[in-house]
């Protein structure tokens, strides 16, 4: 089992930044990669930027330039800085742990809102 917890949304003006936390819990080792999905109202659950264990990143389109993955691997924590923020981007983020055996796991979910 793996535990998600996220942290570090909130409201933001356009153009502006957020920076959010993704801290993993439990069978840490069995984890191939993570992401953030996020998930506007009336809309799909889309994904917006994944790491692999190995350090390879890939972005959605609307995201690339503006959106930034990383982990630190010694706090078992994977982080999505947002830069010049829109409205387009306020969504439910959700936090994704895939393990080598192929099993999904999310968090809870942290909001984000860009509006002036």
């Not at 930044?17 to 801290?23: G, H, N, P, T």
């Not at 984890?31 to 009336?42: E, T």
């Not at 981007?89 to 055996?101: E, G, K, L, M, S």
Request: aromatic content about 8%.
């Amino acid at each position: 089992q793996v535990q998600l917890v996220e942290s570090g949304g909130g409201l933001v003006q356009p153009g502006g930044s957020l920076r959010l936390s993704c801290a993993a819990s439990g069978s840490i080792l069995t984890i191939y990669g993570m992401g953030w999905y996020r998930q506007a109202p009336g809309k799909q659950r889309e994904s917006v930027a994944a790491i692999t264990s190995g350090g390879s990143t890939n972005y959605a389109d609307s995201v690339k330039g503006r959106f930034t993955i990383s982990r630190n691997n010694a706090k078992n924590t994977v982080y999505l800085q947002m830069n010049s923020l829109k409205p387009e981007d306020t969504a439910v983020y959700y936090c994704n742990a895939i393990t080598h055996q192929g099993q999904d796991y999310w968090g809870q979910g942290t909001q984000v809102t860009v509006s002036s």
